[in-house]
């Protein structure tokens, strides 16, 4: 009777341990993986977290043409928002779909012609590479009034190389729509311009750039110079960004400021 009172304890705790492991084990998702080429996913808020509920839209197209892939946010039940980041973060995306298939037999037939001019030239089985667009979001951030979205984008539509571009959202969540640096920020364009003139004057001319009319127009106090800014993810700064050739040669790449709010 002893060992039977005994054995009674072990017996019960080893029931519970197995029923505790079996719930795990069935709780634990399966993540499901699709072979479309158009695909929705879900994907963790980055830090810190937002307040809009998103998912990220996968789109990619590889034909002889043009190999492309995007991966851009969509907010459900939020048609104004999502409108901004179709006219923002996706404008030259859908501008290359409309134009890459036209633009691309042009440029191939315009080089295969001036192969054939060249002697001992193989022109007609000449292809050149398909045109590429690569675009990602890169970090959402938040104030209690903003919503802040920074788009990386990567073109090639022949020529020595591709365009490497950030393109940016800043979204009104009081107003739901876009708003410009100055609303932001609450600066002149004349402010801004004199802060990012000085700031990348200083560093451009310690790397050897002399090209001072370029930078002038590049940082030329109009809407257009300086549409492209983000909030940082601690919400404290605002970065300035300057893509390639806006004040220098595309070898500095794309160039930034960072201004405090």
Known sequence: MKKLLFALPVL?????FFSCVSSEQESTPVEEKTDTEETTEEIQEPEPTISYEYKIITESDNT???????????????????????NS??????????TAKTDWEEENEARRMSLAEQPDSESSD?????FEYFGSLEQIAETDS????TFDEYTYLGGAHGSPCIVTLNYSKEENRPVSISEVTGMTLDE????CYDVLLERLSSDGFTDLQWLQTGTEPVPENFSTF?????????????NPYQVAPYAYGTLSVMIEL
């Open 12 to 16: 019960i705790a080893g029931l519970f």
């Open 64 to 86: 002889y043409y043009l190999d492309s892939e995007i991966h851009y946010p969509q907010f459900p039940n939020n048609d104004s928002l999502n409108k901004a980041v179709e």
């Open 89 to 98: 973060l996706l404008e030259t995306y859908r501008r290359v779909l409309q």
């Open 126 to 130: 000449y292809i050149m590479p398909a």
């Open 146 to 149: 903003l919503l802040s979205l």
């Open 192 to 195: 801004i311009s004199y802060l």
């Open 230 to 242: 983000a909030l940082t993810e601690d919400g404290k700064y605002f970065i300035v960004y300057f």
